[in-house]
């Protein structure tokens, strides 16, 4: 089983950029649909978008879409979410996922998870 470590979180502003990393531990990385995720206090866990095992399908939320941009280098063991015109309704922890069975927009169904980053975007 993979571990995953989030980075790249912090304040921005309204309007600005972040790149946020997921390095992943183990040599099965390429095997797992990748999936990020993020959470406010008292809310559940949201799909913001993931990626297929080979990098090649990409999905997004509605509300993300547009916006955020989701790749990821093999070789690296690393997937990306690259946030552009960042919203304060961005503001939240960001999560990585990793789930063999493929990109799924319930987290319950992915099987290992990151520590979470935080996101807060100011108006």
């Known amino acids: 089983q993979v571990q995953l470590v989030e980075s790249g979180g912090g304040l921005v502003q309204a309007g600005g950029s972040l790149r946020l990393s997921c390095a992943a531990s183990?040599?099965?990385?390429?095997?797992?649909?990748m999936g990020w995720f993020r959470q406010v206090p008292g809310s559940a866990r949201e799909f913001v978008g993931g990626?297929?095992?080979?990098?090649?399908?990409?999905y997004y939320a509605d509300s993300v879409k547009g916006r955020f941009t989701i790749s990821r280098d093999n070789t690296k063991n690393t997937i990306y979410l690259q946030m552009n015109s960042l919203k304060p309704e961005d503001t939240a922890v960001y999560y990585c996922?990793?789930?063999?069975?493929?990109?799924?927009?319930?987290?319950?169904?992915?099987?290992?998870w990151g520590q979470g980053t935080q996101v807060t975007v100011s108006s």
């Open positions: 990626v297929n095992w080979g990098g090649g399908l990409t």
């Open positions: 996922a990793a789930n063999r069975g493929g990109v799924r927009r319930t987290p319950d169904e992915y099987d290992a």
């Open positions: 183990g040599r099965t990385f390429s095997t797992y649909a």
